[in-house]
């Protein structure tokens, strides 16, 4: 039967082992995304957030439990086709954005597609209609260094959709912008989500995504202790 979900987690737990001291950090992560939602983790630092967007991001492997992604079982892949998968299906924005700064903003866009291998003609293109989207048109050719951190964060985004991914992962995107350039980056990716059906999860601390998400998920101490459903 096909799975309904864009990605489902099953009892992820994740562990690291200090010493003597074996330091649980998730215990036993259960969660299922459909394609299209937006959804937002929250919770202090510490409770795992980012470990879990690492491990749904195939970024790292839990201690047990799986992930399914478009109904591909992660751990049936080698390193290999995990990362060509990853390449091809999830996208990924940090909270600091990681640009190359000796590149533009297009050539910065355009890394992801290089990776993968296609048409430099059709890829240009769609690297300058990415970048008009995010409302960057006329700074294609600046690099990260002339370009404020909202704008910066923008050509993250742009990236990040490069290689129209099923799944777009981000961790703290806001945590090094102002309060108007978190907005008006959530505003980017309400409108992404409304016009491709995009699919984002967002580890954040930012109320304002939680307000406007379609599903937000808390977690305490490596476990899930809520979650509410905010459009249907």
Partial sequence: MEDQYLLRTEDLVKTYRSGPEVIEVLKGISMA???GEIVVIMG????GKSTLLNIIGTLDKP?????????QDMSQLDEARLARFRNQHIGFVFQFHYLLPEFTALENVLIPRMIKGNDWKKDRQRAIQLLEE???GARLHHRPNQLSGGE???????RALMNQPKLVLADEPTGDLDRRNS???FELILSLNEKYNQTFIIVT???MFAERAHRVIHLWDGKIVDEKVLKV
């Fill in 205 to 207: 601390h930012n109320e």
């Fill in 63 to 71: 201690t047990g439990g799986k992930v399914w992604i478009d109904g």
């Fill in 44 to 47: 202090p630092s510490g409770v």
């Fill in 183 to 185: 907005e008006a980056l």
């Fill in 33 to 35: 995304v459909k394609a």
């Fill in 134 to 136: 995010v409302g960057l």
């Fill in 152 to 158: 910066q964060q923008r050509v993250a985004v742009a």
